[in-house]
């Protein structure tokens, strides 16, 4: 029989075991407001938003030699990111007479490029410049032109060669080492491999330093001239080199093998260019990533037959009991923050929207933000301002008059107008070819950011068996378990927070006072270090020994993100792996 002495300690435990979920339920409740939304974006109307490149941070200045508009896109692109000057001709003997020395780089469309310009290519490196051949000369150019060879670094051409895959190497791009090989598809999965695998082979100068490769099946080839006739072991450097750096007397030439250079990739693989002709990299950093789901909550219930059918549910149900918990713990996986997009297809306007206490319950448990899908969001606000009409939506996709307004077809990463800052979607969580994960590490290593979009409308309104549930969760859940880990480092907000560290990106303000590999030291003077500025730092092979005026978190080998608490700040290095002497 149990003792009276007993029987009230187990009561005494159980009561503050209660009381303990009680008192963080009520904290909860106590914290969370449904009625307003706390993460509201009000864009900065009071700043001049009529020249994206008026504050130049770049000390470097950017000539564009070329037709091409892809790959003028992705120069003007990175000249706005970086805050830099860039001009724009058709000519090499014309941008030869623009040079200011070995702070300028010339972005050349090497299709252009005919014997007579190749002695103006020599007088442009003569002045310690750097040459990016966004895309090669023609081939048979190269091949004639011993000069021309020479200036790429190349010492012969082998023709076409089909390659299986690309091999990416580390301290390039932000993101790592990258193989792109895909040598089996597991039954009932898609292909990833959309990369080009037919190309022309270079054989570049031993000097030359690769930062991308062609991986090759030495078995399956007909490889000439290769000094290792062990066809089973071709050495790396054998290998078809793709993005390469040649040094010649002077100045600095890249070369790109192919069109990486024609999207987002590109500005990933400018930032790395930069990087290594540097002692530093410094540039902004916006430091943030958000996870949007589209079409959520669905609040047209329209497709009632076909829900109950698939998963015996109604759409109210199945949106609450089976998607919302596979949202969350999709955005889990790598700590996400969620912004869930609401939908009005059929524009129900308030009939359904007393659910809207349901979903916002589930939004504020999360600590996550609830916007409006374009087409439909003057319902969406008009039907929850009945309830809730201190909830203020400030994050749209597609279309929005307010706030941060996000698409899938933005012509720039981001842009300003006078109501919104739009923001063009990074990656889709459930759709991921090698392609996507090259302009992944792009982006972000140009930005900062990223914005992963999951559109369950597709689970919804399914078109055909790759649409269900079972099969989006599946390639949604791999695809974040497997490519988004490598930048965890990046803070995870709602969109709204998101586009204030991304409007500072876009307006940030800063100047390199002073930068010395030599001296280990870097002096540099922020404009506004009250508005959240944050900024990437490569160095190569040196660590922070000291800072002052921000904080710093190391990300990867040789990056950091520096955080400014005040105007001035300057940083003190060490090389990796050597004691600090000078302490």
């Known amino acids: 029989m149990m003792k009276v002495r007993n029987f009230v300690t187990i009561t005494i435990v159980i009561a503050i075991v209660f009381f303990l979920f009680a008192s963080q339920g009520m904290a909860r409740l106590s914290m969370s407001d449904k009625g307003e939304n706390h993460y509201a974006f009000s864009f900065g109307n009071d700043k001049d938003k009529s020249d994206a490149l008026k504050n130049i941070n770049s000390n470097r200045n950017y000539i564009f030699v070329g037709r091409d508009k892809s790959l003028y896109h992705t120069a003007r692109q990175y000249a706005i990111i970086r805050h830099a000057s860039l001009h724009k001709t058709a000519s090499i003997a014309k941008a030869a007479s623009e040079n200011s020395g070995e702070n300028t780089v010339y972005l050349i469309d090497g299709s252009l490029i005919s014997q007579s310009d190749i002695s103006d290519i020599n007088e442009i490196l003569y002045h310690q410049s750097v040459i990016v051949f966004m895309t090669l000369p023609d081939e048979k150019l190269i091949e004639s032109s011993g000069t021309l060879r020479d200036i790429l670094g190349i010492q012969r051409t082998r023709g076409d060669i089909h390659i299986k895959g690309y091999q990416l190497f580390k301290n390039f791009m932000l993101g790592g080492e990258a193989y792109y090989v895909e040598d089996k598809v597991e039954k009932g999965e898609k292909p990833r491999q959309d990369l080009p695998l037919d190309i022309t082979y ?97 609040l047209s219930d329209e497709n ?53 206490d349901s979903y916002l319950t589930l939004a ?97 309104y399914p078109e055909s068996k790759d649409d269900r549930y079972e099969k989006v969760t599946r390639r949604t859940n791999g695809n974040l378990n497997s490519y988004y880990g490598k930048f965890s480092y990046l803070d995870a907000l709602p969109l709204s927070q998101a586009a204030r560290k991304i409007e500072n990106l876009a307006d940030s303000g800063y100047r390199v006072v002073s930068s010395s590999k030599d001296d280990k030291k870097v002096v540099m003077r922020v404009e506004n270090p009250q508005q959240s500025s944050e900024f990437l730092l490569r160095t190569h092979g040196q660590g922070i020994s000291a800072i002052e005026g921000a904080t710093y978190e190391k990300i990867e080998d040789d990056s950091y993100i520096i955080k400014a608490s005040d105007s001035d700040i300057v940083i003190r290095f060490v090389d990796e792996d050597k004691p600090d002497l000078t302490e």
């Open 202 to 298: 270079y054989e570049v100068a031993s000097a030359c330093r690769s930062y991308m490769i062609g991986q090759i099946d030495p078995r399956k080839q007909d490889i000439k001239d290769l000094d290792n006739d062990n066809t089973k072991n071709i050495d790396a450097e054998d290998y078809p080199a793709v993005i390469w750096q040649h040094s010649p007397e002077k100045g600095h030439v890249f070369c790109i093998n192919g069109d990486f250079m024609k999207n987002d990739t590109g500005i990933g693989i400018l930032s790395g260019i930069e990087y290594e002709t540097s002692d530093y990299l410094i540039s902004s950093f916006a430091d943030a990533r958000s996870f949007v789901v589209q079409n959520f909550p669905d």
């Open 304 to 356: 009632d037959d076909q829900i109950n059918e698939l998963y015996g549910q109604n759409p109210y149900n199945f949106q609450r009991n089976v998607l919302w918990p596979f949202i969350v713990s999709a955005a889990s996986i790598n700590d996400d923050r969620i912004t869930a997009m609401a939908a009005d297809h059929i524009k129900m306007g308030t009939g359904l929207y007393s659910r809207m």
């Open 364 to 460: 504020e448990n999360e600590r996550a933000e609830l916007g409006a899908m374009g087409e439909g969001a003057s319902l969406v606000q008009k039907g929850l301002s009945a309830t809730f009409p201190d909830y203020d939506i400030t994050s749209f996709y597609g279309q929005g008059d307010k706030g941060v307004v996000l698409t899938d077809d933005g012509k720039y990463l981001y842009g300003m107008n006078d109501k919104t800052l739009d923001i063009r979607t990074t990656l889709s969580a459930d759709e991921m070819k090698y392609s996507d994960d090259l302009r992944f590490r792009g982006v972000v290593s140009a930005t900062g950011y990223y914005v992963t979009a999951l559109d369950v409308s597709k689970v919804i």
